[in-house]
């Protein structure tokens, strides 16, 4: 089975650029969550959807980060326009719903974004 | 509002040793649940171990073992006999809801040969 996918590995923008980043759940997962590491820091909760909707996005930053999962599958996470502090790696994750027993959250290997 | 310190930055044992992580997390909510997960090179999360605050036994497995202490509030976790292998950036993390997870900061572990 695979597991979580993200794409890019890493990318690199300039200031005021736009950026999407993608993550695919692992298959049948309906929760999906968005975490960012800046600098060394606490890894910190963007956004949790359930299926298509999201479910607590008190962790986003702000109006520049849109977060969509249309069809309930993947996910992407754009950031328009890239700030500086954008900087950082954001972590996708995924994990089944509770009913079925399972409370891990599967993560995936992260985007790097640089923003110079 | 939850709160999760690791106070360690970064910790360096040769092979064989043991090495504890501490882990001291803030919450005024009874009911919550505590993890550990392991970031090795390749970047991803890896998860460890699920408690909930409810359960306060010791856990061992393999050479990795958990202290969970209400009383301190405390959750650390002790790799015993460390391996190259071992070597990564552990994180201590707690949630209310199952859901949204409130990291500590890591400690990164490394074991020289």
């Known amino acids: 089975e695979a597991g979580v996918t993200q794409f890019p590995s890493h990318s690199v923008i300039e200031k005021g650029q736009t950026v999407t980043l993608r993550c695919d759940p692992i298959?049948?997962?309906?929760?999906l969550y968005w975490y960012r590491r800046v600098m060394g820091k606490e890894i910190k909760f963007l956004l949790h959807?359930?299926?298509?909707?999201?479910?607590?996005e008190s962790g986003m930053p702000n109006n520049r980060f849109l977060a969509e999962r249309t069809g309930g599958t993947y996910s992407t996470l754009k950031v328009q326009p890239a700030e500086l502090e954008d900087s950082g790696v954001y972590f996708c994750a995924s994990s089944q719903e509770r009913t079925s027993g399972s409370h891990e959250q599967y993560f995936g290997p992260g985007t790097r974004l640089t923003v110079t | 509002a939850q709160k999760v310190t690791q106070a360690q930055t970064e910790i360096s044992v040769v092979e064989k040793e043991d090495v504890t992580l501490d882990c001291v997390y803030e919450t005024r909510d009874t009911t919550y649940y505590l993890f550990w997960y392991k970031q090795p090179p390749s970047g991803e999360l890896v998860f460890l171990i699920r408690?909930?605050?409810?359960?306060?036994q010791n856990e061992i497995s393999g050479r990795y073992s958990w202290n969970f202490q209400k009383s301190t509030s405390s959750f650390n976790f002790t790799i015993t006999a460390s391996q190259v292998v071992d070597s990564a950036v552990y994180f201590c993390a707690l949630t209310l809801n199952d859901y949204k997870l409130s990291f500590g900061a890591g400690t990164t572990v490394t074991v020289r040969a």
């Open positions: 959807f359930v299926k298509e909707s999201k479910q607590d």
């Open positions: 298959s049948g997962h309906d929760n």
């Open positions: 408690r909930n605050s409810f359960d306060e």
